[in-house]
C-alpha cells in the first residue's frame, strides 16, 4: 500500500523568458511518504510547486497524481483529487475568521451539515481552539502558518506540499509542527511533501529528500546520503578550491 | 419559543419593516419626500446586490449602468413593441441582465481578469452597450421612447403616485438584503470571500474561482436588471443615457463607503449618501451650481479618511458603545437592587 506512487513528476519543465527555472525534472512520491524539498534561494522548489499544484503551466512534461495526469488541470480540480497545499508567503483571509478560513478547505468535501463538525475537528487537530474566532489579519506569523496548514488539511487531502512551513519559528514551535506533521502523517496516512530551509526539520522529519540547484535536480536520497553529497555541499557552499 | 423569537434584534428588524410598509402612507401627499425616498432604496438595491460581487468577491464592478440600461431596455420595449405587461417584462429584463453578465463575466474570470483590469472592462461594458444601443434603431437608437400613459394602470405600471414603485423597489431591496445576509453563511458565501482575499490560496483549497464569481456576478445582473424595468416604469421612458457610467460608479461608491462585504452597509451609505446628496443639491445647487457635487466629494474624502472600513463598521461601533452604556446601566441598577 505505501509503496505506490501518489505523485509522479516526468521530465517537468518551465522557462521564466531564458531563465530556466524548473529543468527536465522527474521524481516521483509514494503513498504516505514524507518527502523534504530542499536546495538554496532561487533553485525553483517553489516553482515546481506551483506546477505540481496547477498554479502555472509547465512548458513541457507530465504530471501524475494517483495515476490521473494533472498536468494542465486547475488547481481547485486538483485539490479535488486530493492535493492541497501552503505558500511560503501566508495567503490570508485577512477579514475572516480563524474558524472561517478552515470553513473554506471543509467545504472541498463537505457540505452545508457536515462542515461545522469538520471545522471543529481541525481547529481541535491543529490547536487553533484558542485563536479559532480571531480574524486572520490580527495573527502572528507563527499562528498565521498554523491556519494556512489547518485549511489545507480540511480540504480533505490525501497530499500536502508545505511550502516553508517552518520559517521563522521558533526551536519550540518548530518541534510542535513537526509532531504536528509525523501525528498526520503516521494517524492519518497523509502524504507530505515539504520544501524546508531549516535542515533540523527537514533532517528530522523526512526518510526522503529531494535537492533541487538551479532547476536540476542533483541528489536524492536518505538524509545520510544527502549529507554527505559532493553536488550538494558545492551547491550549497560553493566549489572546493583547494582539494 | 415567543421568547427566542423576540430578541431585542428581532425586535428592531420587524419595527424597520413595519416602518418601511406604512411610510408612503405617512408622507404619501408629499411627492418630494417621496421620490426621495424611493431614490435611496432604487440605490439601495442596486448597492446591497453589487455587495454580492464587490463587497464578498473582492471584484470591483462598475458595470451596475449597463445592467440597469438592459433591464430597462427590455421591459420597456416588450411594453412599447408587444404590449407586454411589465409584470413578465421585469423578470425577463433580470434574465437578459443575466445572461449578458454570464457572457461576458465567463471569459473574463477564465482568463484571470481582476483588479483594476476588471474595473476597467466591467466600466467599458457600460460604454459600449451606450454606442450600441444609440446606434441600434429598432429598439429607438438614441430616441426617447414613451411608455403608454395611464393615471393607474396596473397592467401599464403607471401610477402618478410614487408608491407603487416605492413598494417594489422596496420588495427587491428585501430581496437583496436577504440574499446578502443568506449567501455569506453558505459555501458560496465562504468561497466568495476566500477569493476576495487570495485566489490563489482559495483554489487550492478547492474553490472553483470562475463558477463562485459567475454566480455572484449573475445574481447581481439578474438584481439590477429587474431594477432597471422598475425604473423605465418609473420615469415612464427609455433611453441609452441610462447605459450610464457614473450611476455605475456610485453603486461602487455606495458598496465601499457603506463597508465591504457587511450586508446593511450599501443601504446605510446609500440612505445616508444619496439622501445627503439631494439634500446638498436642494440647498447649494441654488447658490453656485454644481458646488453640491464638491462638498459630496469632499464628504467621501472624509469618509475614507477616517472610517476606511466603511459606514456600517461606524455603526457597528456606536450600537456597541450604547449597548455597553445600557449594560453598565442596569448592571449598576442589580447591583444597587441587590444591595437592598
Redesign the interface.
Known sequence: MSNLPILQVINLSKKFGNLVAVNNVSFQVNSGEIVGLIGPNGAGKTTLFNLV???EQPDSGKVFFKGTEITHM???Q???LGM??T?QIA??????TVS??V???A??RC??KT?IAKVNEIVNLCNLEAIRDIKCGELSLVQLRRV?LA??I??GAEMLLLDEAGAGLTAIELAELMRLLSRLNSEAGLTLCVVEHVMQMVMGLCPHILVLDSGVLIAEGVPDEIRRNSDVIEAYLGVRELE | MLKKISTPKNLLLLGIILFTLVLPLVIGSNQYVLVLTTTVILFGVMATSWNLIGGLGGQLDLAAGAYLGLGAFTTGTLLTRWNITPWVGMPLSGLVAAGVAALIGAPLFRFRVRGVWYALSSSALVQVLYTAFMMWSSVGGPMDQYLPRYDASFYYLRYNTYAPYYYILLMLLYIALYLNYYIRGTRLGFQLMALGESEEAAEVLGVNARNSKLKALMIYAYLVGVTGGVYTCLFGYYHPRFFDSNMSTEVAILGIVGGLGIPYGPLLAAAVLVRGRELLRANLGTVVERSSMAVYAVILVVIALFRPSGLAVLAGDIYRAIRLRFAKDTYVKSADSAGD
Not at chain 1, 91 to 96: D, I, L
Open positions: 499544484t496547477g498554479l486547475a488547481p481547485y486538483i485539490c479535488q492541497s497545499r505558500f495567503q490570508t483571509f485577512s477579514s475572516m472561517e478560513a470553513r473554506v478547505g467545504y472541498n457540505d452545508e462542515v494556512e485549511r489545507a480540511a480540504t
